[in-house]
């Protein structure tokens, strides 16, 4: 039996958990970073591609469940882990070699007392890593003990919350978010449609306010507050389109309004 140096304990086991949908291009990355993981679980929703081939050269714990959202797909696979610590991972984000070291000194030496673990995540986007702005830090909980912790939020933006203390680490995430800015774009016209049609569903009434002066305040705040301009072009690019695309949810939720009215009429099918 190897002998446990001082201040070292048993590490309790990880399950990694990565909900996936047609991601044959990204999940090879993903999963190699979690190799070292005590187990991989996959919830994949019925991918039409070579995702499911791809997962089970790394796990045979795969399943398959119709989507129910980020918040109830998450918590879905949450109960699918077989060990105490659980770790969320999107495909297409990758552990960085710097995170899987400091997870793994963190469990085996900590005294116990945290039930949850948040860090950085860091984007690679277009040929570059971005440190500033809206998208970094981005500190999310990913790490957690089961029985502490559940996802929660308002699609599409989920997280996790915890019951107890919870502390940063330092190394990051590496997410692979957009291949380029007609991804970048079709993501924040799917984003904010869901949105419009959360808030429209749960009675948000549309103000000319929140469409004019809203997209302006996440320019600046991406750009200027958050320090999105030491990021160069990149850094304008990405607070520009994040910018539409709060134009483009409150622009949405004027649709719907537009459409609730008596006189709206819908054009004949041709």
């Known amino acids: 039996m190897e002998d446990i140096p001082k201040g070292r ?14 991601e044959e291009s990204r999940i090879q990355r993903c999963l190699e970073s979690l190799t070292w993981c005590d187990e991989i679980v996959i919830m994949d929703s019925f991918s039409t591609d070579h995702t499911i081939e791809i997962c089970r050269k790394y796990t045979d714990k795969v399943y398959q469940h119709e989507w129910l959202g980020y918040v109830g ?12 610590w659980v770790l969320f991972m999107d495909s297409d984000e990758e552990v960085s070699p710097g995170l899987k070291q400091e997870i793994l000194t963190e469990l085996e030496y900590s005294s116990g007392e945290y039930v949850g673990y948040k860090f950085p995540r860091q984007v690679y986007y277009i040929g570059k890593w971005i440190s500033h702005g809206e998208w970094y830090p981005d500190l999310k909980i990913r790490l957690f003990k089961k029985e502490y912790g559940r996802t929660e939020g308002q699609e599409p933006h989920d997280h996790v919350i915890v019951n107890g203390p919870v502390k940063r680490l330092s190394n990051p995430i590496w997410h692979y978010t957009h291949n ?91």
Not at 73 to 84: D, V
Not at 203 to 219: K, Q
């Open 9 to 22: 304990k048993m590490r309790e086991k990880i399950s990694a958990c990565v909900i996936t949908f047609n």
């Open 73 to 84: 797909q998450r918590n879905l696979i949450r109960e699918k882990a077989n060990y105490p």
């Open 180 to 270: 380029d800015i007609h991804d970048h774009v079709d993501t924040l016209n799917r984003f904010s449609s869901i949105t419009a049609q959360q808030r429209f569903a749960g009675e948000s009434s549309f103000s000319w306010s929140d469409l004019i002066l809203r997209p302006l305040g996440r320019f600046i705040k991406g750009y200027f507050l958050k320090g999105g301009i030491m990021d160069g072009s990149h850094g304008f690019v990405i607070a520009v389109l994040n910018s539409f695309g709060a134009y483009i949810k409150y622009a949405k939720l004027w649709e719907l309004s537009q459409k609730q009215k008596p006189d709206y009429k819908e054009l004949p099918d041709k």
